[in-house]
């Protein structure tokens, strides 16, 4: 099955308006990500805003491979950021991006598109993910809660990043425990 993915600038604000006090977003003081001098991201709401001299170019939602590949590859092809720069900020490692860069250089943008791959099926359901998080945010350690729904401490913390970087931080609601 043929899968599209459009790459497309968030939006663009004319030279005279690129102080910082006329950014569309309300954005937080403290950048979590510096690429370097001209390159900086912000996350907010569960996606991740990249500015470029001080100016919104683009955004995608955390966790979304593909808009990630599409727009780290585009900062690095237009020599905004370097892959080494763009992996100390992000995260993500220099393999990975060696390698979307690689496909890139193959098949352009086709390249980055991610097929299905084979192998083992998911065994935790979306059921368990927010049972997990329900748990959580009813005061149950992890210790408690991975062995309760039968899947590993690491899973769960896994589960709970991926919560976090959606919805920002768990806020536990005391008195709720149950048996």
């Known amino acids: 099955m043929a899968r599209s993915v459009t790459l497309c600038v968030a939006f663009a604000m ?3 308006s690129n102080s910082p006090d006329n950014l569309p977003l309300n954005l937080p003081e403290i ?3 510096t690429v370097n001098p001209s390159c900086r ?3 907010q709401g569960g996606r991740r805003f990249i500015l470029i001299n001080g100016s ?3 955004n995608y939602e955390i966790g979304d491979r593909v808009s990630a590949s599409f727009i780290w590859i585009t900062i690095r092809e237009n020599n905004q950021a370097s892959l ?3 992996a100390a900020a992000t995260g993500l490692s220099l393999r990975t991006l060696q390698d979307w860069r690689k496909k890139f250089k193959a098949n352009n943008y086709e390249g980055l598109l991610h097929e299905h791959r084979s192998g083992r099926p998911r065994t935790i359901t979306d059921e368990i ?3 997990a998080i ?3 945010k009813s005061g149950r350690t992890q210790f408690w809660v991975a062995p309760h729904l039968g899947i590993s401490v690491r899973s769960l913390n896994g589960i709970v990043a991926d919560y ?3 919805h920002g931080p768990i806020r536990s609601q005391p008195g709720r425990l149950s048996g």
Request: charged share 30%; proline share 17%.
């Open 31 to 33: 950048s979590p990500g």
């Open 129 to 131: 993910k927010n049972e």
């Open 164 to 166: 976090k970087a959606k």
């Open 134 to 136: 329900t748990l959580i």
């Open 14 to 16: 004319p030279e005279a």
């Open 56 to 58: 919104p170019c683009y």
């Open 84 to 86: 080494p720069e763009i």
């Open 41 to 43: 991201f912000y996350d």
